[in-house]
């Protein structure tokens, strides 16, 4: 997802320049007034959908059990995933964590960037597509100084769908801290015609979210060894989602 701000422009608290969208837009200060608005409306929403979803949580224990002996972990979600599982993790459920998004630099970032901080996570502006070493960077200082634990989607932020990227291995390897898979899965949800397939919960559904054990990749690692790891992981995603599928099915059986 996506921007850093300079150097400069972080030390003098300054607003960074954005940059332009793929769709050439650009940050004024009527998008700026919309975009407020619009998360506004997008957190009320997203509160009346977790608050009226009846949601079970298993392998929470694998995220406690991982911050208390790391401090940090690295988790990641297909990015069809994101909305509720990035509510989850800002639900201060796990003594502990620090939670963050990494978040596109340019403008379509934005929106989800104010989305993030309203609900108290920390946001580091950055991507593979704008700044991918300046942002593996930043991830490094702010887990390792300040025990971040930063959400990844390691098929975003434009996909291919389920290709797992290797940032997230990345950045564990560098901050030796274990990728944390999770997923969830709805009895009754939207499923939008995009490249992620993204999925939207009806209020009131029955959801299960899934923690996956977590996994330390080796801290060198030979191009086909990494490439076994990424495969490796993009399995257990779908073992994880597999699972919870697997728990609505046992919860519909008498």
């Known amino acids: 997802m996506t921007e850093i701000p300079s150097k400069s422009s972080a030390e003098s608290g300054g607003s960074p320049s954005l940059p332009k969208s793929r769709s050439g837009r650009t940050m004024t200060a009527g998008r700026m007034v919309l975009y407020r608005l619009a998360v506004g409306v997008a957190v009320m929403l997203l509160e009346l959908l977790w608050r009226t979803c009846r949601i079970r949580i298993v392998g929470e224990e694998h995220l406690q059990r991982t911050i208390d002996e790391h401090g940090a972990v690295v988790p990641v979600c297909w990015h069809q995933h994101l909305l509720l ?50 942002a593996v960077r930043a991830l490094y200082k702010q887990i390792k100084v300040q025990r971040l634990s930063p959400v990844i989607t390691p098929d975003g932020p434009k996909g291919p769908r389920f290709e797992f990227k290797g940032g997230a291995v990345t950045v564990a390897q560098l901050c030796g801290v274990p990728i944390v898979p999770f997923a969830y899965a709805a009895s009754h949800a939207k499923i939008f015609r995009t490249w992620d397939k993204f999925i939207l919960p009806f209020p009131f559904t029955r959801i299960v979210i899934v923690i996956g054990e977590p996994y330390l990749p080796e801290r060198k690692l030979q191009p086909e060894q990494a490439s076994l790891v990424h495969k490796e992981m993009a399995q257990r995603l779908h073992e994880v989602y597999g699972q919870a599928a697997a728990e609505l099915g046992r919860k519909k059986q008498p």
Do not use: C, H, W
């Not at 800002?90 to 998004?101: E, H, L, P, T």
């Not at 929106?111 to 901080?117: D, E, G, K």
């Not at 502006?125 to 300046?134: D, E, L, N, V």
């Open 85 to 134: 599982g990035a509510r989850y993790m800002v639900a201060k459920r796990i003594k502990g964590m620090n939670i963050g998004f990494l978040i596109s630099p340019s403008v379509d970032g934005e929106a989800p960037s104010m989305l993030a901080r309203a609900y108290g996570a920390q946001v580091i502006r950055g991507s593979g597509t704008y700044t991918g070493a300046q």
